[in-house]
């Protein structure tokens, strides 16, 4: 998301779903209230007044989470270009193992990533995969591949960004965004190498399910 924003050309809209998921499934999220206050919880004025707004700037960049999308018609995203991204499902549970203490596997979202794939390729919507770990060993030439694929100029812009928060953050930033907010490009989290729990094991397991056939299809570095 900071990567797009970077490049001036673009406007990027932070987990704009957040508060319709929280509204329709009984989940405990931190600052919930807060998230419930900040965006349209409905699906129809979310679409309407948030993602289909007219924006005064060359691209829009939405920032979606998979679980998000549980409980809604799938058929708005056939309308844009879409990037699926997967992360190592050992990165991804330990990264939010330090949030939630049991996450699941609706939680990490590999699965519905997954359906979404499916549900793309049905309708003859063919998407971008992005593996982090693909983007991390030549971030420069994936963002290009990734440009290309879009129809859209790359710029070296994309590469590096400033430290701290933006303006664009959802107010969950302070809970989730610890890291991003100290990095000024792309970098191996520290979470990166944690070991699981055992308890996690099994959701590690069942999530790779869903990661391997995927990252087979990702852009390669």
């Given amino acids: 998301m900071y990567s797009f924003q970077n490049r001036g050309d673009t406007r990027v809209l932070d987990e704009p779903m957040y508060a ?14 807060e998230i419930l206050n900040s965006q349209f919880s409905e699906i129809k004025k979310v679409k309407d007044e948030v993602l289909f707004k ?17 409980g809604i018609d799938w058929n708005f995203i056939l309308e844009m270009e879409n990037i699926i991204y997967i992360r190592n ?7 939010f193992a330090k949030v939630i203490d049991q996450p699941t596997l609706q939680d990490i979202g590999i699965e519905l990533e997954y359906q979404l794939y499916e549900f793309l390729i049905e309708n003859n919507k063919t ?6 770990g693909e983007l991390l060993k030549n971030p420069q030439k994936i963002l290009q591949l990734i440009c290309a694929k879009l129809r859209i100029p790359f710029t070296e812009k994309m590469l590096h960004w ?17 890291n991003v907010h100290q990095s000024t490009g792309f970098a ?34």
Avoid at 193 to 208: G, S
């Fill in 20 to 33: 319709h998921y929280l509204s329709k499934n009984n989940v405990d999220h931190p600052g919930k209230k």
């Fill in 127 to 132: 998407p971008i995969i992005l593996d982090s």
């Fill in 162 to 178: 400033e430290a701290g928060p933006r303006k664009e953050d959802g107010v969950w930033a302070k809970y989730w965004y610890a």
């Fill in 188 to 221: 191996k989290q520290k979470t990166s190498d944690r070991p699981l729990p055992n308890q996690l094991l099994p959701l590690y397991e069942k999530a790779m399910q869903f990661y391997k056939p995927l990252f087979e299809k990702s852009i390669k570095a």
């Fill in 54 to 70: 007219n924006y005064p700037i060359d691209y829009l960049f939405i920032k979606n989470m998979a679980h998000h999308f549980i």
């Fill in 89 to 95: 499902p050992k990165q991804l549970i330990a990264s």
